[in-house]
Antibody, heavy 121, light 105 residues
Framework: QVQLVESGGGLVEPGGSLRLSCAASGFTFSEYYMSWIRQAPGKGLEWLSYISGSGSHINYADSVKGRFTISRDNAKNSLYLQMNSLRAEDTAVYFC??????????????WGQGTLVTVSS | EIVMTQSPATLSVSPGERATLSCRASQSVSSNLAWYQQKPGQAPRLLIYGASTRATGIPARFSGGGSGTDFTLTISSLQSEDFAVYYCQQYNNWPTFGQGTNLEI
């Protein structure tokens, strides 16, 4: 069965950096677009970024463009999110998710359990 | 950015009753609309995509409808495990989510 397990969250000071990981299993990882989505405490869901199966096609939400970098290692079945210049408003649970769809029109069919990132001094 | 607006924010329904949740897009998204269920402390679960197609393993009591800008999610006979927060998401453009409807007993 499809499993996505995030790790790497924690407490970081404003302006700091953090790298999240997502370990995938139960499907051919390299064949799927993958994404990061976050949920601030008590709030709704915000899509952040997605990456194609080969890693050649990447997009970001304006809220994180220039600060966050998505990447993947298909040999390790892993997805990553490098987060720099973190702000208090980046505090959230970060989910990785598998995408379905095509042509820039994607929904999310499997999600991990999430990892909490807290940005505070 | 396409803004998704869900109503009501909270819906109180009794087990066995029917629940209808609404989602409106700020511009047409065709049928590129998905619904998710989220329980406390859990990841969202895909229920519906393409506005009306149930995802794998989703019970038939869940049904989606609509196209363009107005969509509904109907749960025909509420079970105890259905009380949760429900989100709609458009994927006609960059993905955006509604703010959620809390379905409570």
């Amino acid at each position: 069965q499809v499993q996505l397990v995030e790790s790497g969250g924690g407490l970081v000071e404003p302006g700091g950096s953090l790298r999240l990981s997502c370990a995938a299993s139960g499907f051919t990882f390299s064949e799927y677009y993958m994404s990061w989505i976050r949920q601030a405490p008590g709030k709704g869901l915000e899509w952040l970024s997605y990456i194609s199966g080969s890693g050649s096609h990447i997009n970001y939400a304006d809220s994180v463009k220039g600060r966050f970098t998505i990447s993947r290692d298909n040999a390790k079945n892993s997805l990553y999110l490098q987060m720099n210049s973190l702000r208090a408003e980046d505090t959230a649970v970060y989910f990785c998710a598998r995408l379905r769809g095509s042509g820039g029109q994607y929904y999310f069919d499997y999600w991990g359990q999430g990892t909490l990132v807290t940005v505070s001094s | 950015e396409i803004v998704m607006t869900q109503s009501p924010a909270t819906l109180s329904v009794s087990p066995g009753e029917r629940a209808t949740l609404s989602c409106r897009a700020s511009q047409s998204v065709s049928s590129n609309l998905a619904w998710y269920q989220q329980k406390p402390g859990q990841a969202p679960r895909l229920l519906i995509y393409g506005a009306s197609t149930r995802a794998t393993g989703i019970p038939a009591r869940f049904s989606g409808g609509g196209s363009g800008t107005d969509f509904t999610l109907t749960i025909s006979s509420l079970q105890s495990e259905d009380f949760a927060v429900y989100y709609c998401q458009q994927y006609n453009n960059w993905p955006t989510f509604g703010q959620g409807t809390n379905l409570e007993i």
